[in-house]
């Protein structure tokens, strides 16, 4: 009798250990105290935020394999190659340049681009037989309320600094004084539709006479970006921008609906909050 007591005790100490961790239970599906406390972290957001985004991605994985939604290791691999192509990098430079940007290996990079793809198809299914293209009015208009999101710089004149020494650059980076033989440095003026978009993003966040982040340069190496001025585009064509806002129309409608969507499916799901993080 007392050995079965002792049983029972563990029994229920281990099962207290185990719901402890558990912060929200949506449908079958749990949510644990430290998914919803890294979450906070890389999103810079309170506890009730992240609980909301992880509920929703669990409402998202729920509905995924409610409609069989499906996505293959070859789909994986395009849009890996697309990102790549887009960034100027082989795909061997891109998962180094993940790796050291994110710490993400090239197996949870894929699981990444596996999970986005889930997503988008999913979004599909739900969105795209309620959204209708915007007319040129609604263009013209969406121009007119959100000039700053189009009107970009034509080039931007940098100094580049190359080392294979990450913490050298960073050296530079906080003095600007700082001199090393091993730092190559070239003066270049880098077109902005010539660039990777995701260095024209952080070349134009960047103010004048001041250093970007040191970044890998997909070579192995690292670079940073000094930059002394930005030219100005004189005029706008609202013909070549017109994809990009129809783009940006579109995703606001998208999520407008999906939005609402899964709204109304969390207001029907079974939903258990146990407790947030402190």
Same mark, same amino acid.
């Given at each position: 009798m007392f050995k079965l007591l002792v049983l029972l005790m563990l029994a229920s100490l281990v099962n207290a250990e185990v719901y402890d961790g558990v912060a929200i239970v949506v449908e079958d599906k749990a949510i644990t105290l430290l998914d919803i406390e890294k979450e906070m972290q890389q999103a810079h957001i309170d506890a009730k935020k992240a609980s909301d985004i992880l509920i929703r991605k669990k409402l998202e994985e729920l509905e995924i394999a409610k409609r069989?939604?499906?996505v293959s290791s070859t789909e994986v691999y395009d849009d890996i190659k697309k990102m790549a192509e887009a960034n100027g990098l082989t795909i061997s430079q891109l998962y180094d340049a993940v790796r050291e940007q994110s710490g993400l290996s090239s197996t949870e990079f894929k699981e990444k681009i596996k999970q986005k793809l889930l997503s988008q198809k999913l979004y599909v299914a !739900?969105?795209?037989?309620?959204?209708?293209?915007?007319?040129?009015?609604? !263009?013209?208009e969406y121009y007119e309320l959100h000039k700053k999101q189009f009107n970009h710089p034509e080039s931007f004149s940098v100094i580049i600094n190359e080392s294979k020494d990450k913490s050298r650059l960073q050296e530079k980076v906080d003095n600007p004084m700082f001199y090393a033989p091993d730092i190559k440095t070239q003066e270049q003026v880098l077109?902005?539709?010539? !660039?990777?978009?995701?260095?024209a993003a952080i070349l134009e966040k960047t103010p004048p006479d001041h250093f970007t982040p040191v970044l890998p340069d997909g070579r192995g190496g690292f670079m940073c970006c000094y930059v002394k001025s930005t030219t100005k585009s004189k005029k706008v064509d609202l013909k070549k921008l017109k994809p990009q806002i129809i783009n940006a129309i579109m995703a606001e409608k998208r999520e407008a609906v999906l939005s609402d969507y899964f709204a109304r499916l969390?207001?029907?799901?079974d939903i258990n909050i146990i407790r947030l993080p402190k």
């Open positions: 069989d939604i499906s !739900i969105a795209m037989s309620s959204l209708s293209e915007p007319t040129d009015e609604e !263009i013209k077109p902005y539709n010539k !660039i990777p978009p995701q260095l969390r207001d029907n799901a």
